[in-house]
């Protein structure tokens, strides 16, 4: 799922007996278990060999200097949770950034990554933060203005549908509530209120939610769209 979840879900090449191996070892550096209430998680840093990076280059051995930085959370709670993420770099990625952040659902007992950094191997990570909250079971209600009814501009969801998903036959709905900055397009502080109880389809609505823009609705206040993933045969 190249759109759909290329953010979160981090596939790590097999490099054995290629003759290009990245000059690095794979490295899973321990962050913290964190406990907010009966919220529990655990977050920890992966550093990977890759062959992402768009300017990556060979050495006279053949061996490509490219390698991902993510964290990955677990989820040890009862329920699910929706967690932001955020790596301070040492120095600017393959895509220019210092400062990468994103988010992302992990259910109870599962394990899931966020937003890729790539970049040579001198590119490490000075710090990586997860703050996670619960998706609530039943989803409260939200007031409504007439006067700020608002609207969105979105893709097709079938675009970002995750294709292990599918050969599950997974399908669902999942609402997104989010706010709007005076004098902005962008969709902000975007969270899950009602959970699809698919993760990877949960993930992928995130994933689309960064596609969406806004119009003619007021700053300052929350609103909801649903995206629906329905399996057309």
Known sequence: MLRAAAAFVVAL?????????????????AGATHRDGPRKWTDQLVRAASY??????????????????????????????????T??????????????????????????????????AALKTRRFTSKC???PDVMAPLPAVAQCRGQISAPSPDDFFPPGSKRRRE?????????????????????????????????????????????DQCPNRRYRFKVRFVIRD
């Open 13 to 29: 090449a097999s490099v054995v007996g290629r003759a290009d191996v990245p000059p690095f070892n794979d490295q899973v550096i």
């Open 52 to 85: 992402a990076c768009s300017n990556a280059k060979s050495g006279a051995d053949g061996a490509i200097d490219c390698v991902l930085n993510t964290v990955r959370v677990r989820n040890e709670s009862d329920g699910p949770l929706q967690c932001h993420v």
């Open 87 to 120: 790596l301070e770099l040492s120095r600017k990625d393959d895509n220019g950034n210092r400062h990468v952040e994103g988010d992302l659902v992990v259910f109870p007992g599962s394990e899931f990554g966020g937003p890729a950094s790539y970049g040579p």
């Open 133 to 135: 909250v619960a998706i």
């Open 171 to 215: 399908e669902g709905d999942v609402i997104l509530e989010y706010g709007v900055k005076r004098g902005s397009t962008d969709l902000y502080e975007v969270l899950v209120v009602a959970s699809s109880h698919f993760e990877e389809l949960d993930n992928a609505a995130l994933e689309l939610a960064k596609q969406v823009e806004v119009r």
